[in-house]
C-alpha cells in the first residue's frame, strides 16, 4: 500500500473514531442528564409524601390519592390507590371514555339528537334543567355539560342510551377494575338503600393518562377529552390555590360527605396526574382545602426539579 493510501486509511479511521464519540456523547450525555432528573424527582416525591402525611392530621377522612409524573411513567405516589372509594361525579369522566368508546363502534355519533324533556331533570348540579324544553341536544353537547359543568341531567341520559350493564362492561374492557356504576346521577333513594356507585384513584389516573397520551380511542376524542376538563367551572380544589396561568384539566366529584378531584397538570418543568378521593368527611370545607393542599404541594415539588431534556 502507498504511502498516501496509509495516511487516507488513518484519516478515515480518525475521522470515523471522531464520529463514534460525538455520536455517543449525543446519546450517552441525554441519558445521564435524564437519569440525574428523574433521580431528583424521586427524591422531590419522598419529601413530598412526608409533607402530605402531616396535611392528613385533622382532616378525620378516608383519604386515597394517586400522583402520577407523564414525563417517568415509572414515578407515582399513592395511599390505597386500588381501594374503592363512593364515586359522585368524577364517575362522568369513565363515562366520558365509554362514550367515546360506543361511538368508535359506531353505536353513538357524536352528532346524534337526544330529546331532553322535564321529566329527565335531574337535580343538582347542571345547565340543561335552566333550558327551555323540551328540547333537542347533540350527545357531543351532551358530554360537554356532563363535564364541564357536571350536569347531571346529561350524564342520566347518556346512562338511559346506553345502559348499565353495557357501561360496566365496558369499563372492564379499558381496565377499570374497581369502577362500577349502579345508579344514576342524584338516586338518593337507591344510594340509601347502599346502592352506590364507585371508583378508585388508581382508575381515574389510568383513564387520565390515556387522555394525555392520546389513547382513548382517537387522537380526536382525546383531545376533545381534555377540551372539556380544561373547561371545567368548578375550581375550588386542584386549582385553587395554583397560578393564574397553570393549566389544569379536571373533574371534581361532591356529594354527602365525599369530596374528590382528579386532572392532569400542566407545567414548564413538567407534566403529571393527580387524583385525590375523600370520604367520610365531617366538612366540606376541610375536605376540598385538603385536596387544594396536596395539589399546591406538588406543584411546589414541579418548580425545584428539572425539565426533562
Aim: aromatic content about 10%; charged content about 25%.
Amino acid at each position: 500500500m502507498s504511502v498516501y493510501g496509509m495516511l487516507m486509511n488513518k484519516k478515515i479511521f480518525f475521522i470515523s473514531v471522531i464520529f463514534l464519540v460525538i455520536f455517543s456523547l449525543f446519546i450517552i450525555i441525554p441519558t445521564y442528564s435524564k437519569r440525574v432528573a428523574l433521580n431528583k424527582r424521586s427524591e422531590l416525591y419522598l419529601k413530598l409524601a412526608k409533607q402530605i402525611k402531616k396535611e392528613f392530621r385533622g382532616l378525620n377522612a378516608d383519604v386515597s390519592f394517586m400522583i402520577k409524573d407523564l414525563d417517568y411513567p415509572s414515578l407515582k405516589l399513592s395511599w390505597r390507590e386500588n381501594q374503592r372509594f363512593p364515586a359522585a361525579s368524577i364517575i362522568k369522566l369513565p363515562i366520558l371514555a365509554v362514550v367515546f368508546e360506543a361511538i368508535k363502534t359506531k353505536k353513538l355519533s357524536l352528532d346524534d339528537q337526544v330529546m331532553i324533556t322535564r321529566k329527565d331533570i335531574a337535580g343538582g348540579s347542571g345547565k340543561i334543567k335552566t333550558m327551555k324544553l323540551p328540547c333537542l341536544l347533540s350527545i357531543r353537547e351532551l358530554l360537554e355539560f356532563m363535564i364541564t359543568v357536571s350536569d347531571n341531567t346529561a350524564t342520566n341520559k347518556i346512562i338511559e342510551i346506553l345502559g348499565l350493564d353495557y357501561i360496566n362492561a365496558r369499563f372492564k374492557k379499558i381496565g377499570l377494575n374497581n369502577t362500577k356504576l349502579m345508579r344514576k346521577m342524584m338516586d338518593f333513594s337507591r344510594r340509601h338503600n347502599g346502592v352506590e356507585n364507585y371508583t378508585s384513584s388508581r382508575d381515574i389516573v389510568c383513564i387520565l393518562e390515556k387522555i394525555y397520551r392520546k389513547e382513548l380511542t382517537s387522537d380526536e376524542f382525546s383531545e376533545m377529552a381534555i377540551s372539556f376538563l380544561k373547561d371545567q367551572q368548578v375550581n375550588d380544589r386542584l386549582p385553587r390555590y395554583l397560578p393564574k396561568e397553570v393549566v389544569v384539566a379536571h373533574k371534581t366529584g361532591l356529594e354527602r360527605r365525599v369530596v374528590h378531584d382528579a386532572g392532569i397538570v400542566f407545567t414548564p418543568r413538567g407534566n403529571y396526574i393527580i387524583c385525590v378521593l375523600v370520604k367520610g368527611a365531617e366538612s366540606y370545607k376541610k375536605a376540598k382545602k385538603f385536596i387544594a393542599q396536596v395539589s399546591l404541594l406538588t406543584y411546589n415539588l414541579y418548580q425545584q426539579s428539572s425539565s426533562p431534556k
